[in-house]
């Protein structure tokens, strides 16, 4: 029986929050239990992730998710036909500063997308110390419609 993939956005509602470290620790998780991972790097402008893991074992991919409108379908769709060609067990979408806009508005579309390439869906809401993003996770079209949630808390956020 094949295992089950697992799809892990770091998402939150601002740039400094802790998703792109938050994004490494999920590679280096599935890497010590020998999974087959691809990073996707959603944010273009600073690709810290991509770098990271750019001459290693892990599958890179970038997509703009810093987008509006139907160019963000035009992202997703584009990077859910790589997804496809790989034979990733475990992918990690590192989100860009605001990506919480184009993700929940993509939602409907990401989710069953997701779960149709036989990944459960669980987003970790990077969540600042102020109830403003407490409030922004919990109302999160993404957060609320994936598999598994969590909320990690950074308290020394910028």
Request: hydrophobic fraction near 40%.
């Amino acid at each position: 029986m094949k295992r089950p993939r697992t799809f892990v956005i770091a998402h939150g509602d601002k740039g400094g929050c802790g998703k792109s470290t938050f994004a490494c620790i999920a590679v280096e998780y599935a890497l010590q239990r020998g999974l087959a991972v691809a990073v996707v790097e959603g944010d273009v402008q600073i690709h810290d992730v991509r770098d990271r893991y750019a001459d290693t074992e892990v599958t890179v991919l970038s997509v703009d998710l810093d987008k509006s409108g139907g160019d963000a379908t035009n992202a997703l769709s584009s990077l859910f036909r790589h997804v496809e060609d790989t034979e990733t067990d475990f992918l990690v979408m590192n989100s860009p500063a605001n990506g919480h806009k184009i993700l929940d508005a993509q939602a409907e579309i990401l989710l069953p997308v997701a779960r149709e390439l036989g990944f459960r869906v669980c987003t970790a809401w990077m969540v600042g110390t102020d109830a403003a993003s407490a409030t922004l996770a919990h109302r999160s079209a993404l957060c609320r419609g994936s598999d598994r949630r969590m909320a990690v808390i950074n308290r020394h956020a910028s």
